[in-house]
Nanobody, 120 residues
Framework: QVTLVESGGGLVQAGGSLSLACAAS????????MGWYRQAPGKQRELVAS???????NYAHSVEGRFTISRDNAKNTVYLQMNSLKPEDTAVYYC??????????????WGQGTQVTVSS
């Protein structure tokens, strides 16, 4: 059973910064892509940023230039540095990791979510 433990959420004023971390444990297979998603009340969950095993990154247009995703493979941990935060960034942020096993089977695992609130 793969477990993801998130940390770093909280309340911050507009223009401030927060850093999120997510550590994965218990995986039988190598971790491929890692990423962060977010969901605001009444809205669909959306991809914020992802990073491949080769450290290729992808960002939502709304956060590009403000957020930075990174990973430490030795620690099985993915990070999200969030700068210049806006009230529109307020949401529950979810960590996601994808493993690849036998016959190229892909399996996704989710963290429990951490609240990020940006006040004006």
């Amino acid at each position: 059973q793969v477990t993801l433990v998130e940390s770093g959420g909280g309340l911050v004023q507009a223009g401030g910064s927060l850093s999120l971390a997510c550590a994965a444990s218990g995986s039988r297979f190598p971790i491929d892509t890692m990423g962060w998603y977010r969901q605001a009340p009444g809205k669909q969950r959306e991809l914020v940023a992802s990073i491949s095993s080769g450290s290729r990154t992808n960002y939502a247009h709304s956060v590009e230039g403000r957020f930075t995703i990174s990973r430490d493979n030795a620690k099985n941990t993915v990070y999200l540095q969030m700068n210049s935060l806006k009230p529109e960034d307020t949401a529950v942020y979810y960590c996601n990791v994808e493993t690849i096993g036998e016959y190229w089977r892909r399996t996704n695992y989710w963290g429990q979510g951490t609240q990020v609130t940006v006040s004006s």
